[in-house]
């Protein structure tokens, strides 16, 4: 009966840890109210070799959205906007075993896949690494875009449904202007729900 009360709590105690994985993997940042500030930024989210080549898109979906994310980045340089890539990588070890449990183990730390997609290397100005499927969860996005005096967000990538979502709110939990280049996102499922909560919070969809 002892070994039984064992092996229960140990079974909870896994089911815990594992739905608190869950639970970081899709959690939405709050953080500091930033001051006025008036730069802007292209954000490129999640644009690596493990979703671009090997995701659920297809490639017409892929060539659609590659033009648009292009077109992104020429005006954002011309005006001396940085160009900021996040690429995903799973490190926290409750996100490991959820990613390795439901994701087929992609984008884990130090895993095959997790650099830029080669067609979008040449773009970003920096290139952060982020835990969670949202891009500010670390604090180091933020202080980029501090010491850029950055206020304003366009954000392209995938999926639109997951981590450009997550990254939206996040950035207007903290006071940023978000628009999100729909025509420059991917995604896998239909992202209505998706547009809904972020037109609430204020994110602009264009």
């Keep these: 009966m002892t070994l039984g009360y064992i092996l229960a709590i140990a079974v909870l105690l ?4 594992l739905g608190n994985g869950i639970r970081r993997i899709g959690a939405v940042s709050v953080g500091e109210t930033i001051p006025v500030r008036h730069g802007s930024a292209l954000l490129l989210i999640d644009l690596q ?6 995701g659920p898109y297809s490639n017409a979906a892929k060539e659609a959205a590659a033009r648009v994310i292009l077109s992104e980045v020429e005006p954002a340089r011309a005006e001396g906007h940085p160009v900021i890539a996040v690429r ?4 926290i070890p409750s996100t490991k075993a959820v990613a390795k449990l439901s994701m087929k183990g992609q984008a884990i730390e130090g895993s095959d896949g997790t650099e830029i997609a080669e067609v979008f290397t040449s773009l970003p100005d920096h290139v952060l690494v982020k835990r969670v499927q949202d891009a500010f969860e670390t604090g180091e996005l933020d202080a980029l875009l501090k010491s850029y005096g950055v206020g304003r967000l366009r954000l392209v990538g995938l999926d639109m449904n997951y981590c450009v979502q997550k990254t939206a709110l996040a950035a207007r939990n903290r006071g940023y202007e978000v ?5 420059g996102t991917l995604a896998a499922a239909p992202t209505e729900s998706a547009e809904k909560q972020m037109s609430s919070a204020g994110v602009a969809i264009c």
């Design 49 to 54: 070799s493990v979703f671009w080549e090997r």
């Design 88 to 91: 995903q990588e799973w490190s």
């Design 179 to 183: 628009t999100v280049v729909k025509e």
């Design 14 to 17: 896994l089911i815990l840890w």
